[in-house]
């Protein structure tokens, strides 16, 4: 499998930022890791490996990036304003700095589906719906899209404009609806097992439902909060939904 780590100071962020790619063709998978973990966390934990085969075949390309959680909704010693902020900056390094790159390495026409795993699960979901132009779909698992759930009681505009949940309701342009509406891959899955939160999927699915918006939805039953559910879920995905 074809290997390649780059970085790049990133001026959204004013940090060194490392980007993980693996394969050489197909579609682009862009991975946002769990909680405070890194661009790695996937490698390390055998979902890459899980990937393989579809990865050698062509069929995806997968890239990796860092989280800034742990500048934002996971450090306790930071003044919730800011940590809004972060994220607003977060959001921009994906949308204008690590979307131009997977063009730039791969081709315009490429498709491109952000994917991530419990708290990844709601920045996948998050950049996908802010960005429906610019990304394709998304692949969330055993997420919750409710950003007060991180936010520890704070509340503004910023954390209600990052919280899938409390915006898609008032989602009246659309110019954004349409290009969500477009996508064939919205996936979101969760198991229904220790750990999970398989009520807030289902009220999330049926906020998507009320604007129209198809998706595909899931709950594992029995599976729990953990990388055997994800090492197993996101390839029955890519080879049964894509």
Known sequence: MQREIISWHSPSLNKEMPIVTYGHYGFALLLVPTAAADYLEYERFKLIDALAPFIDAGKLKVYSINSINNESWLNNEMYPPHKAIRQNEFNYYVH????????????????????????????????????????????????????????????????????PIHYIPNLTDEWYLDKIRASHHIHVY??????????????????????????????WEGWTHDWPTWLNMLPYIIQNKF
């Open 96 to 163: 204008n700095e690590v979307i131009p790159f997977i063009r730039n390495s791969s081709s315009n026409e490429t498709m491109i589906y952000t994917c991530g795993a419990s708290f990844g699960a709601l920045h996948a979901m998050n950049l996908f719906l802010k960005r429906p132009d610019i990304i394709n779909g998304v692949i969330s698992m055993s997420g919750v899209y409710d950003l007060t759930e991180y936010s520890k009681g704070f509340w503004d505009d910023q954390v209600y404009f990052n919280s």
């Open 190 to 219: 969760t198991g229904g097992g220790a750990y999970e939160d398989p009520d807030a999927n289902r009220r999330f699915s049926q906020v998507l439902w009320d604007k129209g918006i198809w998706h595909d939805f899931s709950i």
